[in-house]
């Protein structure tokens, strides 16, 4: 992986609140351009702060965050869909477009692109009451790719859907990461998911939040249903699995 | 008849069933009209006063309406200045609240000694219409959601593009519950300011035509008169709710904009 460039270096982060223990200690964390980071943590370990301290949305109190490539744009898909219910998955993905005032025939195009690569090529008109869950979190997923951007950050953009949902985006997600070849970190709290799509997996603990443990899943992307079965897929899983149990139990009780 | 027709006419039924009770009342009892006019009178006095009627209407209507109008700008307006400066929105709030809770009949007096029959007409009229206006704008324009905001920061919008692609809409069906409320409210205060002024002689609205006619004991054109005010608040209240469905027609909560 050394031909990769890095995007984004964290150095020693921290982020507090007044007395209270800190969201985020001493984090240091470096993105490069192509890889798939996967933060993985117990609810209240910071893994959702970290990804806005990322996307420059939260200001660190602590520490240095250097955006190595100053140009390169930044997509981001919530946990919910968050999208405009007055506006069609059209204008929805359009957003971030329209607010970089892009002329409308540009916009169009790109629009449609982003649109048929989550698969929903047809669904331009529709307004997101008139969708599911799993296709509104599509058009999220359309409305970060539409930047063209090097880094995609997810903050657990499936936890809200049904089981076959959940897969069926995360192969498409997976392949769609091997295509575009953009940066990729992706909150979870799903160990089988973090394994299934993740080159690294990051394990974080809770009070204060910080970076425990790290694996690298060596299998090339798009990864299909075969790795899921795969005993080298397994072992990680079980590895990463009591990497978490250890943050459970070194953390207070829960 | 289908069942949801028969449904749907029930309230229509209803008012019939009161109207012939009430008829059958005044004949069976042979009630003098300058104690209670029957339904057929109160018809006739209707169509044979029409030309008085008529103008006092447009009087009461067009200051209604002229007040929600102003109303509406206004909230808008003070709600954007209360959303960029919480210091304005500390300063003014309590003014509004005053404003609010003071009963517009109390005022309405005042009014008329400081300003013409028509400007203080119109100003009891806003004022009622004004708060619910400026509340419903306030809390539309901070219900933002919070994942968007940051879908906003993150793409560098600025605070116009904010306002004009996130605020704006996501206030939208906040304000017309509020424009809905404050149609009726609008006509409550014109009212209540007319009978104000029809006491001291003054005025040319619906309720000067009521003031005047108790004077004269014509008891039927009085109930004419309130006919034709519940007539204007009924039409009010299905105007607006026409507008907020039509602007709401694409999302969720259109559809649940109910006439009842």
């Known amino acids: 992986m050394s031909t990769r460039t890095p995007l984004i270096a964290l150095e020693r982060v921290g982020l507090g609140f007044g007395d209270r223990a800190p969201v985020l200690q001493d984090v240091s964390l470096r993105v490069a351009s192509g890889e798939f980071l996967a933060l ?178 060596d299998a090339p992307h798009p990864r299909h249903h075969e790795f899921r079965q795969s005993s080298a897929y397994l072992g990680k899983v079980e590895e990463v699995s009591a990497a978490l149990r250890q943050t459970l139990q070194a953390g207070d009780d829960l | 008849m289908t069942t949801s027709l028969r449904y749907r006419m029930l309230p229509m039924l209803s008012v019939l069933v009161l109207l012939a009770l009430w008829q059958g009342l005044v004949m069976a009892l042979a009630l003098r009209p300058f104690v209670l006019p029957a339904p057929s009178l109160i018809l006739q006095t209707l169509l044979h006063d029409r030309a008085l009627l008529g103008a006092a209407a447009l009087v009461t209507l067009r200051t209604a309406l002229e007040a929600l109008a102003i109303a509406a700008v206004g909230a808008l307006a003070l709600a954007l200045l209360f959303v960029q400066s919480p210091g304005i929105s500390r300063a003014l709030f309590p003014l ?127 109930y004419a008169a309130l006919v034709i005010i519940s007539a204007m608040g009924i039409g009010l209240f299905a105007a607006t709710t026409w507008l907020a469905r039509w602007l709401l027609r694409h999302r969720p909560e259109g559809r649940q904009q109910s006439w009842t």
């Open chain 1, 40 to 217: 993985i943590g117990a609810s209240g370990c910071g893994k959702s702060t970290l990804l806005r301290v990322l996307a420059g949305l939260q200001p660190p109190s602590a520490g240095k965050i250097a955006r190595l490539q100053p140009e390169s744009r930044i997509g981001i898909v919530f946990q919910d869909a968050t999208l405009m219910p007055w506006a069609s998955a059209f204008d929805n993905v359009a957003l971030p477009l329209r607010l970089h005032r892009l002329p409308r025939a540009a916009r169009h195009e790109r629009v449609m692109a982003a649109l048929a690569q989550v698969g929903l090529g047809d669904r331009a008109a529709a307004r997101p009451h008139e969708l599911s869950g799993g296709m509104k979190m599509r058009v999220a997923l359309a409305r970060a790719l539409v930047v063209e951007p090097a880094l995609l950050l997810l903050d657990e953009p499936f936890a809200a859907l049904d089981e076959i949902t959940r897969l069926r985006l995360s192969d498409d997600l997976s392949a769609l990461q091997a295509r575009l070849g953009m940066a990729v970190v992706f909150v979870t709290h799903a160990v089988s998911e973090s394994v299934a799509l993740a080159d690294r997996v990051l394990v974080m603990a809770r009070a204060p939040g910080r970076i425990m443990a790290q694996f690298s899943i």
């Open chain 2, 96 to 222: 509004a609240v005053i404003l609010q809770v003071t009963p517009v009949i109390a005022i309405a007096p005042l009014l008329l000694i400081y300003l013409s029959t028509h400007a203080a007409v119109l100003l009891a009229a806003f004022l009622v219409a004004f708060f619910p206006l400026l509340a419903a704008c306030v809390q539309g324009l901070g219900a933002v959601d919070p994942g968007l905001a940051d879908l906003f920061a993150l793409s560098g919008a600025s605070r116009w593009q904010e306002l004009r692609w996130l605020r704006l809409p996501t206030m939208l069906p906040w304000f017309l519950g509020g424009f809905r409320v404050a149609g009726g409210l609008a006509l409550i205060g014109a009212i209540v300011a007319e009978l104000a002024a029809g006491a001291s002689g003054a005025g040319s609205g619906l309720a000067t035509v009521i003031v005047e006619s108790g004077f004269q004991l014509n008891i039927p054109r009085m």
